[in-house]
C-alpha cells in the first residue's frame, strides 16, 4: 500500500536529517560534551558521515569548524534542546516500523498506539523549547550560514529546528489515506488504524498549543 511506504520513507528522510544535525552540528560547540552525557551512542562516525553524501566527516568539521562565539557557546545546550532525545528514539522506531513493514503492516498501528505517551512527552519537551531556540538561531544567523557553508548542508539553522515540529504534525497525511484504504477493504486492522490516527492527531494539537503560549 503506497500510504504505508510514504510513511516508513518519510520517517527514514527525517531520521537522516536528525542525525546530520548530531554528527556535523551539535559536536562543533566546546561544552558538547555537556549535552551528549545522556547519549549512549557515539556523535559520528566516518563512514555514516563522510562519502558521496556532501557532508564532512566529523573530524574534519571538529577541527576546522569556524569557531562558536562565545555567548552562543553558552546557549548552545538550549539550542538543541533534547535533540539527541529525538534522533535516538526515533532511529529505534525506524527499526520497528521497517520491521513491521516486512513481517506483518497490520502491526504499524500498534506501534504509535503503544509510542503515544513517549511522542507526547518528548515532543511537548522540544516544543517547549523551540520558540527560544528557533531566535537563537536568528540571533546568530550569520554563524549558522558560515557553518552550514562549511559543512555542506543546504538547510539552515532555522529549518533544521522547524523540523521536529513540522514532523510529528504531518504523521497524521498518510496515516489519513491508511484509513481509507483499509476501511474501503474491511481490514481487520481498521480500528488500530483509527485509533493510531486519532492519537497521531490529538498529539500535534498538544503540541501547537505549547508552541502558542
Request: with cysteine; proline share 6%.
Amino acid at each position: 500500500m503506497q500510504p504505508i511506504l510514504e510513511l516508513v520513507y518519510s520517517e527514514e528522510v527525517y531520521v537522516r536529517a536528525l542525525r546530520l544535525v548530531k554528527e556535523n552540528y551539535i559536536p562543533v560547540a566546546a561544552n558538547a560534551k555537556a549535552i551528549v552525557s545522556i547519549s549512549s551512542t557515539p556523535f559520528c562516525s566516518n563512514s555514516e558521515t563522510g562519502g558521496d553524501s556532501g557532508i564532512l566527516n566529523c573530524s574534519s568539521i571538529l577541527s576546522n569548524a569556524p569557531p562558536v562565539p562565545d555567548d552562543l557557546a553558552a546557549r548552545w545546550r538550549i539550542l538543541w534542546g533534547n535533540w539527541i532525545q529525538l534522533f535516538e528514539w526515533h532511529s529505534n522506531f525506524l527499526d520497528r516500523l521497517q520491521s513491521a513493514v516486512e513481517s506483518d503492516p497490520d502491526k504499524i498501528p500498534k506501534l504509535f498506539i503503544d509510542s503515544q505517551a513517549r511522542l507526547r512527552s518528548i515532543y511537548s519537551k522540544y516544543c517547549e523549547n523551540h520558540r527560544k531556540a528557533a531566535l537563537i538561531g536568528e540571533q546568530y544567523r550569520d554563524y549558522f550560514e558560515e557553518l552550514r557553508l562549511h559543512v555542506g548542508d543546504k538547510e539552515d539553522v532555522v529549518s533544521h529546528l522547524m523540523r521536529p515540529v513540522q514532523r510529528i504534525m504531518r504523521y497524521q497525511l498518510p496515516m489519513q489515506e491508511i484509513v481509507k484504504h483499509t476501511a474501503r477493504a474491511n481490514c481487520s486492522s481498521l480500528p488500530l488504524w483509527q485509533k493510531a490516527l486519532t492519537i497521531m492527531k490529538e498529539i500535534p494539537k498538544d503540541t501547537q498549543l505549547i508552541l502558542e503560549t
